[in-house]
């Protein structure tokens, strides 16, 4: 699972067909999905020509002959695009869903250069 996690044609796959967002996604069910596998095994994957650091460029050619391009420089979450409070918020609530925090565990973080002591922890 851990591979599928790093593996573009596999990630392309599942954004087409579930939420990306949601860290439970990845598990052996979705590994063996049929059309995840199928459309992973569709990807290609080529070289940058010039691009720098994280950009890309995705094509996407569909079967009726209709083409679909674009490319970004970053992406979310970088510091030219960084994500905002409430988008932070969801992505540290879905990925510590699990996790036995205090209340406020997410306030506490986002203002973690202010606190004048971790003792307490969070």
Do not use: H
Request: glycine share 4%.
């Amino acid at each position: 699972i851990m591979l599928a996690q790093y593996s573009v044609p596999f990630c392309l796959a599942i954004a087409s067909y579930y939420d990306p967002r949601d860290p439970d996604i990845f598990n052996d069910k979705t590994a063996a999905d049929p059309r995840v596998r199928e459309l992973a095994r569709r990807v290609r994957v080529t070289a940058a020509d010039g691009r720098k650091g994280w950009s890309a460029r995705i094509a996407v050619s569909l079967r009726d002959g209709r083409r679909f391009e674009d490319a970004k420089a970053t992406f979310l979450g970088c510091p030219p695009t960084p994500m905002s409070d409430e988008q932070l918020r969801d992505k540290f609530e879905r990925l510590c869903r699990d996790a036995r925090l205090k209340p406020g565990a997410f306030d506490a973080l986002m203002r973690l250069e202010t606190l004048p002591s971790l003792a307490d922890g969070i």
